[in-house]
Every structure is written in structure tokens, then in C-alpha cells.
Nanobody
Framework: QLQLVESGGGLVQPGGSQRLSCAAS????????MGWFRQAPGKEREGVAC????????NYADSVRGRFTISRDNPKNTVYLQMNSLKPEDTGNYSC??????????????WGQGTQVTVSS
């Protein structure tokens, strides 16, 4: 069965770092672009980062560019999101998603349940 299971969320101080992991199963990761999304309370869901199937192309939201890094380890069926210099506005539920193409597209075809990240002092 297809599964995306996120982990690594929690409470972190402003300026701190956190690494999220997305464990994929039930499909071959090599053929799919993968991405991370987040949703803060009372706000619309937004795309944070995405990475092509080969890992050669990455895209970031303006709000996280330079602070967040998306990566993947296809043999381990895992996608990561390294978050540095965290700000309170980074707080939200972070979910991993699969795109039906080797490149990032507008619509994903499978989603995980997400992991909560709270940045607060």
C-alpha cells in the first residue's frame, strides 16, 4: 500500500533548526518528484519546497529560500526537509506529498498526514 509517513516535528525555539523526514513505501521513489507543504492555523496551505525525481532540481517558497533545504535518498525511500533559522511564522503542520511526474507540478496525487512544527519561545 502507498504510504507517506512524516516525522521529526516538535517544539523549537526561534533561530533553531529541525529536520523532517518522510518515509515512503509502496512505490518506486525514483520516478516521482516530491514536495513539502505546510498549513498554519487560519491560513491557506502553501507549498514550501519540492525536488525533482533525480534530486537535481529544487524549488522553494520565497519565505523559506536560503533557510530550508529539501533533499532525497531514493535507495532509502526517504525525503528530508532541513529547516534552519526558524521563525514563529514557520509554525504549522508540515506534510509530504508525491507528484505524478519527475518534475514538480501544481497538483500532487498522494499525501501524508503531516507532522506539527511549532516555533515559539
Amino acid at each position: 500500500q502507498l504510504q507517506l509517513v512524516e516525522s521529526g516535528g516538535g517544539l523549537v525555539q526561534p533561530g533553531g533548526s529541525q529536520r523532517l523526514s518522510c518515509a515512503a513505501s509502496g512505490f518506486t521513489l525514483d520516478y516521482y518528484a516530491m514536495g513539502w507543504f505546510r498549513q498554519a492555523p487560519g491560513k491557506e496551505r502553501e507549498g514550501v519546497a519540492c525536488i525533482s525525481s533525480s534530486g537535481q532540481i529544487t524549488n522553494y517558497a520565497d519565505s523559506v529560500r536560503g533557510r530550508f533545504t529539501i533533499s532525497r535518498d531514493n535507495p532509502k525511500n526517504t525525503v528530508y526537509l532541513q529547516m534552519n533559522s526558524l521563525k514563529p511564522e514557520d509554525t504549522g503542520n508540515y506534510s509530504c506529498a508525491r507528484y505524478p511526474h519527475r518534475l514538480c507540478t501544481r497538483s500532487a496525487d498522494y499525501w501524508g498526514q503531516g507532522t506539527q512544527v511549532t516555533v515559539s519561545s
